[in-house]
C-alpha cells in the first residue's frame, strides 16, 4: 500500500465508524496521545509497539486527509530536501543544519 492509498483507507474508516472529521486541533491531540502510547510500549518492551505505531499511522495519514495535506508527495519532496541538506558537527556532540550548504 502507497501512502495516498492508506490516507484514503484511513480517512473511509473514519467517516464511516463516526469519528472526528472536523475538529483539526482535537485531531493533533488525539496523534499525540498515539505517539505517547507508542513510546510507553517501547520503553516498557510491551510488544506492542508496532501495533502502536500503526495507530500513529492511521491517524497521521486521517489528518491529512482532513486538512487536504497528498501526504505521499509531501514526504518525497522532503526526503529529497533532506538529501541535500549539510550538518556540522557542534562541540557537544549536537548535528545541525548548516545554513551555508545546499537545501538550507
Known amino acids: 500500500m ?13 467517516v464511516a465508524k463516526g469519528f472526528n472529521t472536523t475538529d483539526v486541533p482535537l485531531e493533533f491531540c488525539l496523534l499525540q496521545g498515539e505517539v505517547a502510547e507508542a513510546f510507553d510500549a517501547w520503553r516498557k ?12 499511522a492511521i491517524y497521521l495519514l486521517s489528518l491529512a486527509e482532513m486538512i487536504g495535506v497528498d501526504l505521499q508527495g509531501e514526504v518525497e519532496a522532503k526526503i529529497v530536501k533532506n538529501a541535500s541538506r549539510a550538518y556540522t558537527r557542534l562541540p557537544n556532540g549536537v548535528l545541525v543544519k548548516d545554513g551555508t550548504g545546499a537545501g538550507a
Open 2 to 14: 502507497d501512502i495516498r492509498s492508506g490516507q484514503k483507507l484511513a480517512w473511509e474508516n473514519k
Open 45 to 56: 518492551n510491551r510488544g506492542s509497539a508496532g501495533e502502536e505505531l500503526a495507530d500513529v
